[in-house]
């Protein structure tokens, strides 16, 4: 039966207890320890079943429990002081014209100078990973995108968050008798979640409009208030949209690539209506992830047709303020569309821009003479920003690879992606108990502290039994947390109540626990322990048997449990095929005890996980992991990281604070690789880490084991949280980047109208510059003369004349590029000196000096290049042209 009208019914709180109905709808409470206890203390088991969902629990409790805590002093004591720790927090980041509070974002932009009241950015992304009550994420870019909110509003950064509100999420999962994963997709009650409907002055819903062919798709919009910082969510699923454009925002990563497009479509170009209709005025977009990248064609739309620029004008602006970070580490893991779905959905804008359909199709083909290739969202994302960046160290070079082709005429090192290691929110990720010990003994303000902060040198002075009997507290947490849910998922699949009751005997809480959580794809390799089944079996069940026989020791303890968890896409069977083998393994080898599955792993579960095991595994085929972020969690936690040397592990100290699988090696054979890593594993298990758990004092104390947990919070805690990594994004590419939006648009766009034709004549005239002479001498050589030996730092002047033809010295740079030779001729690492222009003579040739030294010996080299210069610019090589001297 369809209602003829619908309501929002709130909950009833007495006046006194209003407070909660505010706290609830701020998602602050997340990474608020005391908020979340208050909640906890107002119905346990109602936290629980609700999924932790305050907005829902205060919406079924019962009257009569709000009625008994309305009269609890204690209750009220603790309800008002958190709710005074929100104003407070909230007042801390308040960043207008009349309250200049001192955060981190008002030192660094207004007190200094240099920025603007009126910043505003905007982070893109398909999936934010929050809390696990509000499911719209699917793992770690999603969670990623969440950390990247919470650290921003601790910082009072003016930012502004953009996706999709995913009716049924991403899934629920679970195992069938054969260990086969299933999924459920339940249905999200938004009126329920820490969700507030956006509408306008006069009530009504707030809804933007898209056009797609042949009709329009209307979206709502539902924020989430992320401390500070409003995220905003499209929804689809309303009248008058038909059955299938309601569906647009039904599943996160789910139906057909035509439903994908629909996806990217609303996410970008709703996006930027959404924010236009909310009155924010953007100064730098942030895309996470090329999903979002169609954002770039509805802002040139609106300065081509409401402002009347031309195409490149547009794309100037565009360009120089908006950023791109990858995450991906393969071109498989890239959004193509076809051709001509790409001009069915959006060939509109070619007419606007008044492109030919290959002129269109251009702006997302890394080939642009290739006139079969898809349309890449990445390739679109890269050639409408100024700021590219992958996300580890090792991840930017492997990125700079991917994309090396963009720039065909640069040396690898200097294709323009850089890269800002991810982080991850520490208030978010640490167990409560373990902050409380931080709190302690760091002090309140550890969670955000760099690493030059002397306070990281207070870790080694918490007493070892007081850090061992917290980290033994979290480890038996996480074991009653796993009984439970094997027990459930068990009941829920129709075991047998003596199977569903041997739940009760999984895992020993006083046994070295493993940990290994992370999407189930191949090259994960979740199944690489298992590579060798009767020495693995022998580490899980009683290495030292040999050792200990006769002994008054009891071999079980030094036994090894593995706690596991992880989803599969729907579609990857290979994957989901990864899951099964360890079931079959547990249940054929009879290893319940010491190995377990947990199904349905979300952000609970993996801040179980991260706090209670002891070593935290990861062994992707390197270099395929972009980033791994569960690991550093798990690191703040105080667990060693056990790694192949891939994405953030690659750049951190993974010998004082952990172990490393390999030695950052590449093999052409995956079957020997592994082999080899394999072995590696079980050698570190046998030989390193079980040992140095194991051995414990005579205050049953593992003295060498807890120095390297403090080793892994005080080096990996300060570096790789997101509070360093905002930090980075905004003062690499926020700051810069809207610091161009103000210079681009400045006097009705005059800036951008000048630098685009300053583009536009350097394209034409570029290929009439001539190297037409280089002379090298050095002080016992006269000029004129190449020297074949030089001496370590002997001095060497380099005179060049080139005829820049139409275009003058001010449009270029010129540059001598030096280095070592390789065994093929080239030059590798080299770097560039500028060289100075001395005017032109009387051939019109334009001089250029410079006096270079080689402090290296060897096979040298050098080469000269010409590149283009302007003020407006956001590096010399946005245009994409260079200009090398031939020998």
Known sequence: MQPILTFNVSPTLPSRLEPLRRLSYNLHWDWSVETKDLFRRLDPDLWDSSRHNPVLMLGTISQERLREVAGDEGFLAQMDR???????????????????????????????????????????????????????????????????LKSASDLGLPLVGVGLLYQKGYFSQYLNADGWQQERYPTNDFYNMTLHLERNPDGSELRIAVDFPGRAIYARVWRVQVGAIPLYLLDTNIEPNSSYDQDITDELYGGDIDIRIHQEIMLGIGGVKMLRALGHKVTAFHMNEGHSAFLALERMRQMIQEDHLTFAEAKQVAQSSQIFTTHTPVPAGIDLFPPDKVMYYLGSYAEVFGLSREEFLALGRENTGDLTAPFSMAILAIKTASFVNGVSQLHGEVSRHMFQGLWPELPLNEVPVTSITNGVHARSCVAKSTQDLYDRYLGPSWSDAPADNPIWDRVKSIPDE??????????????????????????????????????????????????????????????????????????????????????????????????????????????????????????????????????????????????????????????????????????????????????????????????????????????????????????????????????????????????????????????????????????????????????????????????????????????????????????????????????????????????????????????????????????????????????????????????????????????????????????????????????
């Open 466 to 887: 007081e850090w061992w009997r917290n980290h033994e507290r979290c480890r038996s947490e996480l074991t009653v947390f796993v009984r439970e849910r094997l027990r459930k998922s068990l009941r829920e699949r129709g075991a047998s109540p003596t199977e569903a009751a041997k739940a009760q005997d999984v895992l020993d809480p006083s046994v070295l626990t493993i940990g290994f959580a992370r999407r189930f794809a191949t090259y994960k390799r979740a199944t690489l322990f298992l590579r060798d089944l009767d020495r693995i079996k022998r580490i899980l069940l009683d290495l030292h048997r040999d050792r200990l026989k006769g002994s008054h020791l009891d071999p079980r303890k030094h036994a090894v449990q593995f706690v596991i968890a992880g989803k599969a896409h729907p579609k990857d069977i290979p994957g989901k095929e990864l899951i099964r083998d360890i079931v079959h393994f547990i249940r054929d080898e009879g290893m319940q005890h010491n190995i377990v599955f947990i199904p349905d792993y979300d952000i609970y579960v993996s801040r179980l996980m991260v706090a209670g095991c002891d070593v935290w595994l990861n062994t992707p085929r390197r270099p395929r992991e972009a980033s791994g972020t569960s690991g550093m969690k798990a690191a703040m936690n105080g667990l060693p990281n056990l790694s192949v040397l891939d994405g953030w592990w690659d750049e951190a100290d993974y010998v004082r604070t952990g172990w490393p699988i390999g030695h950052g090696e590449d093999y052409d054979d995956p079957n020997y690789q592994d082999d080899v890593e394999a072995n590696a594993l079980y050698d570190l298990l046998e030989k390193e880490i079980v040992p140095l758990f194991y051995d414990r004092d005579n205050e049953g104390l593992p003295r060498g084991w807890i120095a390297k947990m403090k080793e892994a919070v005080r080096l990996n805690c300060p570096l790789f949280n997101t509070a360093r990594m905002v930090r980075e994004y905004a003062t690499r590419s926020y700051f810069p980047a809207s610091d161009r939006y103000y210079q681009m648009t400045a006097d009705t766009y005059t800036p951008a109208k000048a630098l685009a034709q300053w583009k536009a004549r350097l394209f034409e005239h570029w290929y009439d510059i001539k190297i037409q002479n280089i002379d090298i001498s050095t002080g016992s050589m006269a000029a004129g003369s190449i020297p074949a030996d030089v001496q370590v730092n002997q001095d060497i002047a380099v005179k060049t004349w080139i005829n820049l033809g139409a275009l003058s010295a001010a449009d270029v740079q010129v540059e001598l590029y030096q280095g070592p030779v390789n065994t093929n001729g080239e030059i590798v690492d080299g770097m560039p000196v500028s060289m100075e222009f001395q005017g032109v003579d009387d051939q019109n040739s334009s001089i250029y000096t410079v006096d270079i030294t080689y402090t290296n010996s060897g096979l040298q080299g050098l080469s000269l290049r010409v590149l283009p210069k302007h003020s407006g610019l956001s590096s010399p090589h946005e245009v994409g042209l260079v200009l090398w001297a031939h020998p």
């Open 82 to 148: 958190v709710a005074r720790e929100l104003d407070d927090y909230l007042a801390e980041r308040i960043v207008d014209e009349v309250h200049r509070a001192p955060n981190w974002f008002h030192k660094q932009r207004i007190m200094v100078g240099a920025g603007h009241l009126k910043d505003c950015f905007a982070y893109f992304s398909a999936e934010f990973g929050l809390t696990d009550s509000l499911p719209i994420y699917s793992g770690g870019l999603g969670v990623l995108a969440g950390d990247h």
